[in-house]
Nanobody, 122 residues
Framework: QVQLVESGGGLVQPGGSLRLSCAHSRFDLDYAVGWFRQAPGKEREGLSCISTTDDSTLYTNSVKGRFTISRDKAKNTVNLQMNSLKPEDTAVYYC????????????????WGQGTQVTVSS
């Protein structure tokens, strides 16, 4: 399985920006890397996904236009640029892998990072 480590979480004011990074181990198979979040008392929510095959992307409507996913092939990292952050974006953010291509359904993902906390508050 792919090893994943999230970083970049922290405290940010409403309207601010934050960039998360997911470092993943090199893998010979084609796969997809997705970003998810889980707030207290809520279900885990799929946010975005990028395919390592062709860099195609997928977004949920609630973050489309605010969040951007990208991949750095040389560094084996997937980033999530988050702009115009709102208090309701507060959650633990996870990256995960699925095979062979993108989904926003958590059950499709087989490897998960430990998560990084994002708090949006004044």
């Amino acid at each position: 399985q792919v090893q994943l480590v999230e970083s970049g979480g922290g405290l940010v004011q409403p309207g601010g920006s934050l960039r998360l990074s997911c470092a993943h181990s090199r893998f010979d198979l084609d796969y997809a890397v997705g970003w998810f979040r889980q707030a207290p008392g809520k279900e885990r929510e799929g946010l975005s996904c990028i395919s390592t095959t062709d860099d195609s992307t997928l977004y949920t409507n609630s973050v489309k236009g605010r969040f951007t996913i990208s991949r750095d092939k040389a560094k084996n990292t997937v980033n999530l640029q988050m702009n115009s952050l709102k208090p309701e974006d507060t959650a633990v953010y996870y990256c995960a892998t699925a095979y062979p291509w993108c989904s926003l359904y958590p059950g499709s993902f087989v490897s998960w990072g430990q998560g990084t906390q994002v708090t949006v508050s004044s």
